[in-house]
Structure formats: structure tokens, C-alpha cells
């Protein structure tokens, strides 16, 4: 008697992270069920069915991945209830059986982490484990394809980072490490990764790779705290995602985010990609 092949289903499809990962599971020839906020929005990818799977509807979730063996949960867009929508998610998705859970979380990731929003990715694997599903857990460092993002109009770095390092990791490579954990998830299971680059920069050595590479000055420029704060208000933002700002660079700061690890390679069998990689890449494309 020949077993069914393992079915997948992929969230955020629409996003560069989950669009990664569901393009390469696609181009494997693995039908995947993509759950969206709106399907319509979703790729048109060989065997991609698209349905609605908004995180916060719990009933939606459990009709879509009602039996599903392996899902990738990437964390939703960043709001003030982001954490109550993923515990509804996770509810549903044990509620439907699901037999492995891939949850995209953040390096670091605690209760008192200084960056504010991985304190949310610490309830998230929190709730993920009293939950019963089995799962694996990939602690994504910041993003090296983020990195010419954080500069301003007037080619300045600015932040309270001081000297402090961060391990960046490529987009490319957390796609590959979560589809190898997705298509053999047994050995993978309960475990943790932190996917990080193969080097920790200070943002004065982003800098330096961002001018090296587009040709175009760029400069870091320290500020304190209360410069940070001062020198974002006028976004008017509302106060935890001014926090979440600030928290990116003195998370940097104090050392949070600099630790190497090999989960890329252990993961995927190729090294990590360095920033000047992923940007001569970007530009490639671009």
C-alpha cells in the first residue's frame, strides 16, 4: 500500500518571506494550499490553491487546514493584537490537526527581549508548545535584504546602536532553511534554529558594504535614545511602534543580535549569504 504524500500549507504568500517559501515549494512540484486575508492577492503558482485563512478567524483557519500534515506560520504584520491573532491561529490549527507547525520567529526571542516585538514571538512559541502541535521554531535574525531600508534621504544610517553587532540574514536563506524543515520535519522537530548571516556587522560596516556596493555614500550616524525618539515623532506613530523603532537599534546595541550560528548551512547545505551577496543580488534583479 502506497501512504499519501504529506500535504503543506504556506501563510503569507503575499509577502516577500512567504512568497520565497512558496514559489521554491512550487517549483519542487509540491501542491500547497496557500491561506490569505485576501485570496485574490495570493501567487498563481503550479498547485497553489488560495483560500481565505485571516489569522484572527479562527473558523476560516480550521476549514482550511483541516488535516494539513505541515504549515508554515509566518508571524503576522506587526499591530498591537498581532499576538492574540496568532493564538487564535495556533487554536485553530491544533483544532484541525495539524501534524507539524513551522513557526517564523525572532532571534532571541524572550519575555524581556529589548527588542519590543520579539517578546511577542517568545508568547507566540509559548503557546505554540502548550498547544500539542508539533513544531519547529526558526529564530530569524534582521534581514540583510532590510538593510538599505534604514537609510534616510540623506545617506545616513541613524540610530542608538553604538558599536553593537547583528548577525543579518539573507530572505533566500531563511526560505531555504524553513522548505528543508517543511519537506523532512521529523528530525526537526521541538528544535529551535537561529538563522543568521555568516558574519555580525556594526552599522558602520553596513554602511560601508551598502557604499561599496550601490556606489552611493552611505554613513552611520549615532544617536541617543532620546535622539532616536525625538528624530521619529514626526511620523506621529503610535507609542509601541515608536518602541519597536528605537528597540531594532539598541537591541543592536547591547549585543542581542550578534551571535553567528551554522543553522543556515546545517539547514540548507550552503553557506549563509553574506550582505554584500544579498545586495549585488538585489540589484541584479533590480
Not at 57 to 86: C, F, I, K, W, Y
Request: charge should be negative; proline fraction near 6%.
Amino acid at each position: 500500500m502506497v501512504s499519501a504524500e504529506p500535504t503543506y500549507a504556506v501563510t503569507g504568500a503575499t509577502g516577500r518571506l512567504g512568497g520565497r517559501i512558496a514559489r521554491r515549494l512550487a517549483a519542487a512540484g509540491i501542491p500547497q494550499t496557500l491561506l490569505c486575508r485576501t485570496p485574490a492577492r495570493a501567487p498563481e503558482l503550479p498547485g497553489a490553491t488560495a483560500v481565505p485563512g485571516a489569522y484572527g478567524n479562527h473558523d476560516a483557519v480550521v476549514r482550511a487546514l483541516r488535516g494539513t500534515d505541515r504549515v508554515l506560520m509566518v508571524s503576522a504584520s506587526e499591530s498591537p493584537d498581532r499576538l492574540d491573532q496568532h493564538r487564535t491561529f495556533v487554536d485553530a490549527a491544533a483544532e484541525a490537526g495539524v501534524a507539524h507547525l513551522v513557526y517564523i520567529s525572532f532571534y532571541g526571542a524572550a519575555p524581556d527581549a529589548t527588542f519590543t516585538l520579539a517578546r511577542d514571538h517568545w508568547h507566540t512559541e509559548q503557546h505554540i508548545r502548550s498547544s500539542g502541535v508539533p513544531f519547529t521554531f526558526l529564530r530569524d535574525n534582521l534581514y540583510a535584504d532590510f538593510m538599505p531600508g534604514l537609510v534616510g534621504e540623506d545617506g545616513a544610517i541613524r540610530g542608538p546602536a553604538g558599536d553593537g553587532r547583528a548577525a543579518v540574514v539573507a530572505q533566500d536563506d531563511i526560505a531555504d532553511a524553513a522548505v528543508a524543515v517543511l519537506r523532512e520535519p521529523g528530525p526537526h522537530a521541538g528544535r529551535t534554529y537561529d538563522l543568521t548571516g555568516p558574519e555580525a556587522l556594526t552599522l558602520t560596516e553596513i554602511a560601508a558594504t551598502l557604499t561599496e556596493v550601490t556606489g552611493r555614500p552611505v554613513s552611520y550616524v549615532r544617536e541617543t535614545v532620546e535622539d532616536a525618539y525625538a528624530s521619529r515623532a514626526g511620523y506621529r506613530a503610535p507609542d509601541w511602534l515608536l518602541d519597536a523603532w528605537v528597540s531594532t537599534y539598541t537591541a543592536i546595541a547591547d549585543g542581542s543580535l550578534a551571535e553567528v550560528s551554522t543553522a543556515i548551512e546545517d539547514l540548507t547545505g550552503h553557506p549563509a549569504t553574506t550582505l554584500a551577496q544579498v545586495l549585488r543580488g538585489a540589484g541584479a534583479a533590480g
